[in-house]
């Protein structure tokens, strides 16, 4: 399996319907995921957009069980499977790789703050040997924002000294184009895939030798924007970058990220449950919900095929 | 069971031990707390000191049985069950509440920043009425230098209205007195039971109202640190609370708190396996544990009964 195709282009880091007693709402999903797949986005279920932290162990396999027995393929899926617990990341990385998925997005264990790269190195390390599965392609995950831990050149190099298969690239959601060009100008020329975690720098990310983004927005917009991550080389690249950021900002530059985007997909599928998240989350109140709609209104904003995919 | 008695005094967040191959050791774990018990202290297993975050569900369900079945009084306990899913802490609080625990340590969901005092609000509340048990007592933790999410006075002042009984009280970790002594000031008279997070605050918090404390050096001066509990309007109580810190400084001021911890319970009970720590932490080098020892030796530090109690 080591000459399998990797993941590149956009994928979405897949919002998680919730039920009104606030379970996972598996059909949703699924319907979700499809309709992203039509629109050329890959899935990178259970990211920090997810609110996957916010589920547990069983309700994420739960989930990830139901998609792939929906038919959806597994190559084009990169679940989230970094946890605090070892143990936790050992499992659901197992499970998602026996399962055939492309990759795994991996948060380092992130609740102890001030971690030495050794302890870090240590953790991914131990997964990687528990695993022991030469299909296994593991995307470092840096969200300093977020995890507060985050994924240093040092660490990468490391890993990549001892694992060079396993360790097949990194998402940097750090919002700081100046870390992910560290990461490029040293790792992207042994085949290490640098994703950014916004579609906002997916064209530098191309021009410097990146693979693609898995951005939240991608949940929303994702025709749009992985239309750029394919002609990125076109004359009209420029301005598509701009449209696609007045799109990101109208959802995630007044509001909760996470909130609006379910807001999005609640306009837009004709579904309310939608837009429900779990604490310690809000969903947006009904003046911001308001408020987005005219906004998504005044840019001719759209989500074609979501309703009849959530139907 | 309204009027069963709070849980007060000292409590250790009880350190984990781990086998060779990183599982959680339940008779070790058994015999530390026993010997913790017999020294006065109560146990507060599953907090930042016990890696607890660094557990699978199923690891802390099965330690905290094992822990029950060998015999030690549950009126003793007060178990972290605070995790960053919903479900999980209803589960683990769940169990903790059944098995007659006096209370819960809850962390709030500590992957997202900046979340609202509404957000925290929700979590705690959803998470009181589904389990639905009159017998439920929960301490809320603050740690912001770890979990960065804290829990504030107005959240605290919300909760209490809604759910006097099962909100009990709080850890605070905050490690400045002055935000301890807000809370003291505000809810000690209405019952709310402040613990201190660390028995360097002890004697400040007893003479203010305070409830004692639920600290890591616990884990290995327990009956130093009771004793200044019972005694703290004795004439000798700031000597004692000076010989505390004393202490307290030679394993948290130059180590890693954790791995000092375990390096002494090591040590003195002549079990090198103690030593060890789950990733991302690390283990005391050699050298740190060779001076952590001397400089043990040079304040006449001990353990007493460790040894006996742990083989």
Redesign the interface.
């Known amino acids: 399996m080591s000459n399998q195709q990797r993941i590149k282009g956009v994928l979405a880091p897949v919002v998680t319907p919730f039920d009104k007693d606030?379970n996972p709402d598996a059909p949703r999903f699924i319907a979700h995921c499809k309709w992203l797949i039509s629109q050329g986005s890959g899935l990178a279920a259970f990211g920090?957009n997810s609110e996957a932290?916010?589920?547990?162990?069983n309700?994420r396999i739960a989930l990830l069980d139901a998609l792939l027995a929906s038919g959806v393929d597994p190559a084009r899926m990169m679940p989230g499977t970094g946890c605090?617990?070892?143990?936790?990341s050992v499992?659901l990385t197992e499970h998602a790789v026996k399962a055939g998925c492309a990759g795994v997005l991996m948060l380092?264990?992130?609740?102890?703050?001030g971690?030495?790269d050794?302890?870090?190195y240590?953790?991914y390390s131990?997964i990687i040997e528990r695993v022991g599965d030469d299909r296994l392609r593991i995307y470092l995950y840096h969200i300093p924002?977020?995890?507060?831990?985050g994924i240093t050149p040092k660490l990468v190099e490391r890993l990549m000294k001892k694992y060079p298969t396993a360790i097949a690239g990194m998402k940097d959601s750090s919002g700081d184009w100046k870390n992910t060009k560290v990461f490029l100008d040293n790792f992207a020329k042994s085949g290490f895939d640098m994703f950014v975690g916004s579609e906002s720098f997916l064209l530098a990310n191309m021009q410097n030798g990146g693979a693609g983004c898995i951005s939240a927005t991608a949940n929303v917009n994702p025709a749009a924007i992985d239309k750029l991550y394919r002609e990125w080389q076109n004359p009209d690249a420029e301005a598509q970058q701009k449209a696609l950021d007045v799109a990101r900002n109208t959802f995630g530059k007044k509001y909760l990220m996470i909130a609006a985007l379910k807001a999005g997909v609640a306009h837009y599928s004709g579904d309310a449950q939608w837009a429900t998240v779990?604490?310690?989350?809000?969903e947006l109140t009904k003046d911001e919900m308001a408020s987005l709609t005219a906004e998504l209104q005044a840019i001719d904003f759209d989500m074609p095929g979501l309703k009849e995919a959530q139907s």
Not at 145 to 149: D, E
Not at 278 to 282: D, E, Q, S, T, W
């Open positions: 606030l920090t932290n916010s589920l547990s162990f309700e605090c617990a070892l143990t936790d499992r380092p264990p992130f609740y102890y703050k971690v030495s050794e302890g870090l240590r953790n131990e924002p977020v995890a507060v831990v779990r604490p310690p989350l809000l």
